[in-house]
């Protein structure tokens, strides 16, 4: 069975930051790209960043400079290091590996 589970969701206040988490099993999960998308309230689920399985990473224009992607792969976590938070990053955080999506966890920026 396969389970993405995301924790690290927080009220932040803007310019803060956040660790997000997305532990993975039931997959090879080394052999997976991982992603982080987010969901705000109201509007579609965007993509955020890319890791591949060789650790090369891509971010929407929006986020770049501010979030890390990376991974653990011996213990099958994958990390969003989110800084400089905005309000406009409020949203619910999601990863997937292009096939299964978990839970999500929340991130809300207010003063």
């Known amino acids: 069975q396969v389970q993405l589970v995301e924790s690290g969701g927080d009220l932040v206040q803007p310019g803060g930051s956040l660790r997000l988490s997305c532990a993975v099993s039931?997959?090879?999960?080394?052999?997976?790209?991982m992603a982080w998308f987010r969901q705000a309230p109201g509007k579609e689920r965007e993509w955020v960043a890319t890791?591949?399985?060789?650790?090369?990473?891509n971010y929407r224009d929006s986020v770049k400079g501010r979030f890390t992607i990376s991974r653990d792969n011996a213990k099958s976590i994958v990390y969003l290091q989110i800084n400089s938070l905005k309000p406009e990053d409020t949203a619910i955080y999601y990863c997937?590996?292009?096939?299964?999506w978990g839970n999500g966890t929340r991130v809300t920026v207010s003063s």
């Open positions: 890791i591949t399985s060789t650790r090369v990473t």
């Open positions: 039931g997959i090879a999960f080394g052999l997976n790209a």
């Open positions: 997937n590996n292009g096939n299964y």
